[in-house]
């Protein structure tokens, strides 16, 4: 077990509890955590949308958690996806800092704050990656 990759996995858990949080209590959470005015207002409105959006990432996250973690049992593709996690964390990281001067209906501080989680994730990600990498 990697104490980065399980770091890494934790993260990716905790996001996706936050995200659930999102879907829980609405318009606020929306608004708190940056996803736009359009979201907020939407899951005001209670249009299914905000839910089914924020449901496919908390599926993505948790499936990420477990790729990175990998404490119970092995995955298949292990190599492969956490490669493509982290490279999807950097690019994220690295695009987000392009929003800034024309944030599409979010602050240019969600852009900057997320973008440097995203970078910070990668990096946690990228660690514990290559000191696994022999094992994997």
Do not use: D
Not at 62 to 85: E, K
């Amino acid at each position: 077990m990697n104490g980065f990759l399980v770091i890494a996995g934790t993260l990716n858990a905790i996001v996706a509890i936050i995200h659930i949080g999102c879907i829980y209590f609405g318009a606020p959470w929306y608004r708190f955590f940056g996803a736009g005015e359009k979201m907020a207002v939407l899951a005001e409105r209670g249009s299914i949308q905000p839910t089914l959006i924020t449901s496919g990432i908390v599926l993505v996250l948790s499936l990420w958690s477990l790729y990175a973690a990998g404490i119970t049992f092995r995955l298949p593709l292990i190599r492969l996806a956490l490669i493509l996690i982290t490279l999807i964390y950097f690019v994220r990281g690295i695009a987000g800092f392009f929003f800034i001067s024309s944030p599409m209906g979010r602050s240019p501080e969600f852009w900057v704050w997320s973008s440097l989680i995203c970078l910070g994730f990668g990096l946690i990600h990228l660690i514990g990656l290559k000191q696994q990498w022999a094992s994997l």
